[in-house]
């Protein structure tokens, strides 16, 4: 990864999602949990959460947030963790770089925050075995989806490597 400091630019190796595959993605993985009218989805638990608003209101080993949801800040009910307690990885919106899968494979408890977007970062723990990851479905609920090689090896082979500029602003 390099950094220019003075205009806060990353250039990050990363494994790109075409525009036609992002309509499939952004259907369920796995098992959708509505919301109760009126109500959220709130008690499930699995290994990692991600997504601010599910990390938030569920239990899990791994919390991946990026302080937004639905592209938006996030001002949650309670605070997530504090910034010390989180690594920090850098991954463009629809994006998988280097620099989050790395750190995703070194971690097995904690908090990793994201300066982009943690969308596709539920694709690297589909790859460990015994693991189960949850996250938002906008609007709809909770997706629970266990760990799974091929259905992780099938999206990832959608995938294009290249590297990706992205500035990050004051973030880091």
């Known amino acids: 990864m390099q950094l220019n400091s003075s205009s ?7 494994l790109t999602l075409p ?18 009218r009126r109500g959220e989805v709130t008690g499930l638990q699995a290994t990692v959460s991600v997504g601010d ?11 991946i947030v990026d302080y937004k949801s639905k592209r938006r800040t996030y001002r949650g009910e ?3 963790l504090s910034a010390e307690m989180c690594r920090v990885v850098v991954n463009p919106p629809g994006t998988l770089s280097l620099n989050a899968v790395t750190t995703i494979n070194n971690t097995r408890t904690g908090c990793i925050r994201v300066v982009g977007e943690e969308d596709l970062l539920v694709i690297p723990f589909l790859a460990r075995s015994g693991v189960s990851v ?9 997706v629970l ?21 992205y500035s990050i602003g004051e973030c880091l």
């Open 145 to 165: 989806v266990e760990s799974d090689l091929n259905m992780a090896l099938k999206i990832l082979k959608t995938l294009k490597p290249t590297v990706v500029t």
């Open 53 to 63: 608003f599910v990390s938030e209101r569920h239990r899990a080993e791994v919390k």
């Open 134 to 142: 949850i996250y938002g479905q906008p609007d709809v609920g909770v």
């Open 78 to 80: 309670a605070p997530l």
């Open 19 to 36: 525009l036609e595959f992002r309509r499939f993605l952004a259907y369920p993985q796995g098992t959708l949990y509505v919301k109760p």
């Open 8 to 14: 806060r630019v990353v250039s990050i190796p990363a």
